[in-house]
């Protein structure tokens, strides 16, 4: 990888970004300043992690002008200002959401440009919504903690529990929208930069990231390197023994019974289907035939893009659907932890999904470079993200049937619940990247294998 690779490429210097990024983070500093004297805790936050994101590269590099793009730093301070000295709220969260989103962009061109990540734009544009929808939910989850232990008033401010988690829901919403208009834009951003980026202004990526990346992902320039010896895949540093470990061996029962389980499970469900026809509820139905249909996924994939998924993962797929169907029939009523273990279970499942397909781009593309601290967290941000999208489609459903009076196929119950939930999935994910990976590797092969096929050998 040259001097001039990586995403940090696409920002250009000049003395202007310099002088005007510097005057932002001055602002920032004010802001804190502020925001500590009208114990406003929240803009001090953020402006102090902004302050940090925007002053590391400098600071690393002990270089000032290497800098983010003043308009940027910007984007970052305004939203940031109004919450410290204005006297009233922004009328939406867009803006504030937007600023998030670029600080989040922000953070992953440096990780790119400072460790041994490596991204390619289209990439790093998913990665920014997904975090900023990942720190949409993890700033909702500290304010509902440190209201719960310190009795704080961030979110329980005396509303009632369905009154903050609706205003909540609306907050996710709006980091929705911002997370996909920032996408288009940084997209559009890198699409243009791409065509007026040169070496003299492109910052230098350090020696000591090249050589981590070159220790951990062979580099196409330098065809003859020497493969590992020490029975570590050259290419992503694992371990050959850890390549062959599929779930169906450690789960200490024959491939055949772990299939005959599958075949027990699905036609339990078509008898909690049956049970919801006959009852008229259609929560049951709809959950019923939906977790039926996902049990078929694992065989439509084989069948139709070769994405071999072996009998142990099917299984545990089919396990999470199986018991959520269970609870809509009536164990959520009846079993106070059983929407907790559920939750934790259907998790694991996302995202083991998430890991196979990060791990998958990993492996296709040669401009792409996961490490595992970089897969962890992302799976993490992965997680959260699929937490704050699933408790607005819970949301919208449920009040959907309230409007409609009908019994809701999702419902919340207030916001102790979601952010719960959402801690449980957060519980379900860490599973997963802890554990639970080194069974999935042979899923991301295949799914590598599919995008080869269909978009050609990964550059």
Avoid: C
Avoid at 25 to 52: C, K, N, Q, T, Y
Avoid at 200 to 219: G, I, T, Y
Avoid at 347 to 364: I, S
């Amino acid at each position: 990888m040259s001097a001039t690779d990586g995403l940090a490429s696409y920002f250009g210097r000049s003395r202007r970004n310099t002088v005007l990024s510097w005057l932002f983070v001055a602002v920032l500093v004010g802001a804190v300043v502020a925001g500590v004297f009208f114990d406003r805790p929240e803009p001090v936050l953020l402006s102090v992690v902004a302050i940090v994101v925007v002053a590391a590269p400098a600071i690393a590099s002990r270089d000032p002008s290497v800098v983010a793009p003043w308009y940027f730093v910007g984007l970052v301070t305004l939203p940031i200002l109004w919450e410290s000295f204005a006297p009233i709220p922004l009328v939406t969260e867009v803006v504030p959401s937007l600023a998030l989103a670029t600080l989040g962009l922000l953070m992953v061109v440096e990780l790119d440009r400072f460790t041994s990540l490596r991204l390619v734009p289209w990439f790093a544009v998913t990665l920014t919504v997904l975090l900023t929808l990942a720190m949409s939910g993890l700033l909702n989850v500290l304010w509902w903690s440190s209201d719960v232990v310190f009795g704080t008033t961030y979110l329980l401010d005396g509303r009632s529990q369905d009154a903050v988690n609706a205003a909540v829901m609306i907050e996710f919403i709006y980091a929705t929208v911002a997370g996909l208009l920032a996408g288009a834009l940084f997209y559009t951003y890198f699409r243009l930069a791409s065509g007026r980026k040169t070496a003299p202004n492109a910052p230098p990526v350090p020696e000591s990231s090249r050589r981590r990346l070159a220790a951990e992902k062979r580099s196409p320039a330098a065809p003859e390197t020497a493969p590992a010896t020490d029975g570590t895949d050259a290419v992503t540093g694992e371990s050959e023994d850890v390549e062959g470990v599929v779930l169906s061996d450690r789960l200490g029962i024959s491939v055949r019974r772990q299939i005959g389980l599958v075949r027990f499970m699905q036609v339990a469900l078509v008898g909690v289907l049956l049970y919801g026809l006959w009852s008229q509820r259609i929560a049951v139905v709809t959950n019923a035939g939906l977790a039926i249909g996902v049990t078929f996924l694992p065989a439509l994939l084989e069948r139709d893009y070769e994405v071999v998924i072996e009998p142990g993962l099917v299984l545990w797929v089919t396990l999470a659907v199986f018991l959520h169907a269970l609870g809509t029939a009536g164990l959520y009523d009846a079993i106070s932890t059983w929407d907790h273990l559920t939750h934790t279970l259907s998790a694991t499942v996302v995202a083991a999904t998430g890991y196979a397909a990060l791990r998958a781009v990993h492996l296709h593309s040669d401009e792409v470079n996961l490490p595992p601290w970089a897969l962890f967290g992302a799976l993490l941000v992965f997680m959260l993200a699929m937490s704050v999208i699933w408790e607005i489609l819970e949301f919208f459903v449920d009040q959907g049937a309230i409007r409609l009076d009908m019994e809701p196929i999702l419902a919340q119950h207030g916001i102790d619940d979601t952010i719960v939930d959402m801690m449980f999935n957060v519980i379900g994910s860490v599973i997963v990247a802890v554990w639970g990976t080194v069974y999935l590797t042979e899923v991301s092969k295949s799914l590598a294998t599919t995008l080869e096929d269909l978009l050609g050998t990964g550059s």
